[in-house]
Nanobody, 123 residues
Framework: QVQLVESGGGLVQAGGSLRLSCAAS????????MDWYRQAPGKQRELVAGITSGDSTNYADAVKGRFTISRDNAKNTVYLQMNSLKPEDTAVYYC?????????????????WGQGTQVTVSS
């Protein structure tokens, strides 16, 4: 069973930093694109940043220049370094990954989500 487990959320003052991690585990053959999304109360889930298996990255305009996404393929882990945090960054942050894994003896490609980690930025 493939799982994504996030860590690193918490409470921080405006201007501070946090680093989120998301590790994939299970009978994984290959991890493709990995993304971070966030969802604030009363709002839709939105893409924050993404990274391909070839390390190409993209960012939402709201976080460009402040957040950095990276990955460690040997550990099947994606990171989100968040600097200069603002109160409007407060949300539950979710990891998403496209993973090719062994399911009942066959290679299958599925999209997986983590359980989410709360980030709260106080003013």
């Amino acid at each position: 069973q493939v799982q994504l487990v996030e860590s690193g959320g918490g409470l921080v003052q405006a201007g501070g930093s946090l680093r989120l991690s998301c590790a994939a585990s299970g009978r994984i053959f290959r991890v493709n694109a990995m993304d971070w999304y966030r969802q604030a109360p009363g709002k839709q889930r939105e893409l924050v940043a993404g990274i391909t298996s070839g390390d190409s990255t993209n960012y939402a305009d709201a976080v460009k220049g402040r957040f950095t996404i990276s990955r460690d393929n040997a550990k099947n882990t994606v990171y989100l370094q968040m600097n200069s945090l603002k109160p409007e960054d407060t949300a539950v942050y979710y990891c998403n990954a496209g993973i090719l894994s062994y399911q009942l003896g066959l290679l299958r490609n599925y999209d997986y989500w983590g359980q989410g980690t709360q980030v709260t930025v106080s003013s």
